[in-house]
């Protein structure tokens, strides 16, 4: 799956939809891989928020069963992305 985040909530929609087409192109042409134009999309600044929260979360341990063995950090974890106009903040 491809999903776009917030640089491309900037574009029109006619200009995501030829993008992402455009990369769905270059990407059947290239590789082997087994994927619909369905896989490709934008997604909304919520749902980007969200995914964000559970990569953070992942990588900080906190998804495991064994709560002895779970982090216990109290001090908020925040992750940036001044890369674009946007930015996301997962906060922990």
């Known amino acids: 799956y491809i999903l776009a985040t917030a640089g491309l909530r900037f574009l029109t929609p006619r200009q995501q939809k030829q993008l992402l087409e455009d990369l769905f192109n270059d990407i059947v042409r290239d590789y082997k891989f087994l994927i619909e134009k369905t896989h490709f999309q934008v997604i909304s600044g919520e749902l980007e928020g969200i995914y964000s929260w559970i990569a ?8 495991q069963n064994d709560i002895s063995e779970s982090k216990s950090k109290t001090d ?8 674009g106009r946007q930015s996301t903040v997962g906060v922990l």
């Open 76 to 83: 908020d974890h925040r992750k940036l992305n001044s890369q």
């Open 56 to 63: 953070i979360n992942y990588v900080l341990g906190r998804f």
